[in-house]
């Protein structure tokens, strides 16, 4: 029974998320553990927010807080928490938001915080399904080879629903039927909180479940939809360490063979590549096995990643050669640079185009520009460095006096010799040079070679 006032009712998304998850044993709540380098919750919070729902309304216990500040992390002021102090069930657990929903007129999709996998299209598809069909509750039933554990989905000769019943509840009989329920449902919100008031914790877990609700609105003559899906893996939720390791590797091999396929990147070892879902990575692009790109990284086309690279929430531009075991945080590099072997570019380090920095360089908040070098051995930290400049081996910025970070500024085309320390505040002026060994304590103009210790101006050049 389809009519406009059903097709209109607005939705809104209920999530539970208040158990610890016994089986990880672990002092974070489940649902903060991560997969793909973001908190379970967020994964379901994204997908249920990409439903553009009037709300999302997270049921929290353990660690309410952390889960609390993890979803708002991901969709902002969408969601809405309520508190469920005492894990007494999942009735129990949408008993608590009877508040918040009791007298709206909308559609209510309830998931649990420990099902990652689930498709924003697999939702769609239950709640289309639930307005056509004009029921009261759809249920989103799938078939296991292994059932155990899982509520069964009881039908009579007919193959019409009946009831619900846990494992710890069910017969012999009844724990052969291997179409279980996945805990993800659509209601009419009345109609739910309504048969809510009459669950009663009368089961072997002496627990309120939610799953009764199904069994009393079919009592009260409404209707109840079994939606059988056939993707068990994708509503499976994470119960243990073990199963969040597999859920990482597939979502890991999802995105390597998307990115093979659709992106034309060369894995030289998919099986030894470790790209987050987040990532994006150019056409022709080679990276090579130990490699892990983490966060919402951007690598450009046709870059070489060489072996133990860590690339973390930065962008490479096209042609860029990262050489083995550089790690890359936060930064920006631009096309046709070079980093590495063993170089380390963190907060906000930038390389403008060809720019280099090489083996054992570290490179801290500080803008290299075009073109500019510094091949060995190097600390700079805080430093704006001009163009075409090369800065020898050995060279530090010293930008920390004990208290405060100073800054270094070396202008376009300067030679900065070997082992020079630079005591910042301190700016060397263009096409200067310094000597080896030289302790820069002052300005330096444009055109000089200083050198000694501290550095003093030997003669000026041109
Ligand atoms: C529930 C269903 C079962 C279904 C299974 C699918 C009931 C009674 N049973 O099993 O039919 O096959 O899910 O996975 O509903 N939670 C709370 N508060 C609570 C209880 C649970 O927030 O008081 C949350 C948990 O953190 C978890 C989710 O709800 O994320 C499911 O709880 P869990 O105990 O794993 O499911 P079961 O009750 O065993
Ligand atoms: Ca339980």
Do not use: W
Request: aromatic residues 4%; proline residues 3%.
């Amino acid at each position: 029974m389809t009519n406009d006032t059903t097709q209109s009712k607005p939705l809104n998304v209920l999530v539970m998320a208040a158990g610890l998850g016994t089986r990880m044993k672990s002092n974070r709540a489940k649902v903060l553990h991560e997969l793909g380098g973001r908190p379970l919750i967020a994964h379901v919070a994204r997908t249920a927010a990409s439903l553009k729902p009037q709300k999302i309304i997270v049921v929290v216990g353990y660690q309410a807080e952390e889960v609390e500040t993890a979803t708002r992390a991901e969709v902002g002021e969408l969601a809405s928490f309520v508190l469920q102090a005492e894990q007494r069930g999942t009735g129990h657990a949408m008993e608590c938001a009877r508040a918040l929903l009791e007298n709206s007129d909308s559609l209510l999709l309830s998931l649990y915080g420990d099902g990652p996998l689930i498709r924003a299209e697999t939702m769609r598809n239950l709640i289309e399904h639930h307005r056509a069909s004009g029921a009261s509750c759809s249920i989103l039933s799938v078939r296991l080879e292994n059932p155990t554990g899982y509520g069964r989905i009881i039908r009579d000769e007919s193959g019409q629903f009946q009831r619900i019943v846990e494992q710890k509840d069910a017969t012999e009989e009844e724990r052969k039927i291997r179409e279980i329920n996945s805990g993800i449902y659509c209601f009419e919100t009345k109609d739910l909180f309504e048969a809510l008031k009459r669950v009663e914790p009368k089961n072997q877990q002496g627990e309120y479940y939610l799953t009764d609700v199904a069994e009393i609105l079919l009592a009260l003559g409404r209707k109840v939809e079994v939606f059988v899906h056939h993707d068990a893996r994708e509503v499976s939720g994470i119960n243990t360490r073990a199963e969040l390791a597999e859920f990482e590797n597939l979502l890991r091999r999802n995105a390597i063979r998307r990115l093979m396929l659709e992106g034309g990147v060369t894995f030289i070892d998919p099986s030894h590549a470790y790209v987050s879902p987040d990532a994006q990575i150019g056409r022709d692009t080679i990276v090579h096995p130990d490699v892990t790109i983490e966060g919402t990284s951007v690598i450009g086309e046709g870059c070489v990643i060489r072996s133990g690279a860590r690339i973390t929430n930065s962008r490479l531009g096209d042609e860029v050669v990262v050489k083995d075991h550089s790690v890359i945080v936060d930064s920006e590099i631009a096309s046709k640079c070079s980093v590495g072997p063993f170089a380390h570019l963190r907060m906000n380090a930038a390389l403008e185009e060809k720019a280099t920095v090489g083996n054992f360089v570290e490179v801290k908040k500080s803008r290299l520009k075009r073109g500019t070098k510094a091949m060995h051995l190097s600390y700079l930290g805080d430093a704006t460095i001009g163009e075409r400049t090369n800065i020898g081996a050995g060279t530090v910025t010293c930008n920390y006096d004990g208290v405060r970070k100073h800054e270094t500024v070396i202008e376009d085309d300067v030679k900065i010799g070997s082992d020079t320390m630079l005591v910042a505040p301190v700016r060397v002026g263009a096409r200067s040079v310094t000597g080896a060994g030289s302790v820069v304590t002052k300005d330096v103009p444009p055109d000089s070679l200083v050198a000694g210790v501290p550095a003093e101006i030997k003669k000026t050049l041109k």
